[in-house]
């Protein structure tokens, strides 16, 4: 018996990586009653041997599990947000922060395609990141995007743990990657003029050697729309509102209308931003309105 990390998956085949080697390995039979889906990422016990056919035996607990894109024990997220092509939404950006908080991932967010922007649109962006690291989060973001100085902060970052590259399809996240270590020859794909958005290139999820971690490639997506949380989970993964929270007058306040709210006066004098409590009264919404409602 081995152990290793399930480094892709293909049509019921998954990819075991075990002392840097790789292991072809099929899931157990039993996999299927018990209702155990391996994920990428998964560390699991298999028997196996070079180029012959291993089984996986056992998936181990899982650390945390993102359902978009599909992966398991993620230390760290990049964020990979274009300003432009496809279209800039804070939007966008919060559903996806929020997926990471709740799974408690650190979130770097990773601006592509400034090179795209005049100096009016790069400030009006700038005031944005400031906003993001405010509240908390690395942002990376430089006039040439793939520059030097931003690659070294991202490796400094992502440094010796498991990530996932994640964002929307043709926001630029395998052209990071290829940044990184150019070897890796990924695929890119083109931005359809017409629809304003990539094409998904990258079909599958899977774990890269970079530098002493392993990042995931992952396929892109046009909307984001998993809220796998209650609404009074929600604030608790927005870290400023949670940290500001709790200051408001009544515990579990939902900063809505409830009176004598610290998160409502943070937005008033600029504390907050906007766009994130915006982001988040909508979100609030969308929770209660899902059928059935998600419980833990
Ligand atoms: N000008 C400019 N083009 C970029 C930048 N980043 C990516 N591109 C281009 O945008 C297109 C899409 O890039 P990809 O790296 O394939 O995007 P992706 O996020 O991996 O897309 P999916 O695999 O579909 O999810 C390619 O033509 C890239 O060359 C950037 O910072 N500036
Ligand atoms: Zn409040």
């Given at each position: 018996m081995k152990k290793g990390i399930i480094q892709q998956s293909l049509s019921g085949f998954y990819d075991v990586l075990s002392d840097n080697e790789l292991y072809r390995t099929r899931g157990?039979?039993?996999f299927r009653q018990k209702k155990i889906k391996p994920m990428v990422g998964?560390?699991?016990?298999?028997?196996?041997?070079?180029?012959?056919?291993?089984y996986l035996l056992k998936v181990l607990p899982r650390k945390n599990a993102l359902t978009r894109p599909p992966i398991a024990n993620v230390d760290v997220a990049i964020v990979v947000t274009a300003v432009r092509e496809p279209i800039f939404s804070t939007n966008l950006l919060d559903r996806q922060l929020v997926a990471l908080e709740a799974q408690k991932i650190k979130a770097i967010i990773y601006f592509t395609k400034t090179d795209l922007l005049n100096q009016a649109e790069y400030d009006a962006i700038n005031v944005i990141v400031k906003g993001y690291q405010e509240?908390?989060?690395?942002?990376?973001?430089?006039?040439?995007?793939?520059?030097?100085?931003s690659l070294v902060a991202l490796r400094k970052l992502i440094s010796n743990q498991i990530?996932?590259?994640?964002?929307?399809?043709?926001?630029?996240?395998?052209t990071l990657l290829n940044h990184l270590?150019?070897?890796?020859?990924l695929p890119t794909g083109v931005i359809s003029q017409a629809l304003q958005r990539g094409k998904h290139t990258t079909r599958k999820v899977s774990l890269l050697n970079i530098d002493n971690s392993l990042i995931a490639d992952t396929p892109g997506f046009s909307s984001y729309e998993t809220f796998d949380m209650t609404n009074e989970q929600l604030p608790l993964y927005f870290p400023e509102m949670a940290e500001i929270g709790k200051n408001c007058r009544f515990r579990g306040c939902l900063h809505l209308k409830e009176p004598n709210c610290a998160v409502k006066e943070a937005v008033a004098n600029g504390t907050i931003?906007?766009?994130?409590?915006?982001n988040y009264s909508q979100f609030h919404d969308l929770i209660v309105a899902q059928k059935p409602n998600y419980k833990k």
């Open positions: 157990r039979g039993n998964d560390q699991v016990e298999f028997d196996g041997q070079n180029r012959h056919e291993g509240a908390g989060y690395a942002v990376i973001m430089s006039h040439d995007p793939f520059e030097k100085q990530g996932v590259v994640m964002g929307q399809t043709g926001a630029g996240k395998s270590v150019p070897s890796l020859a931003m906007e766009s994130r409590y915006n």
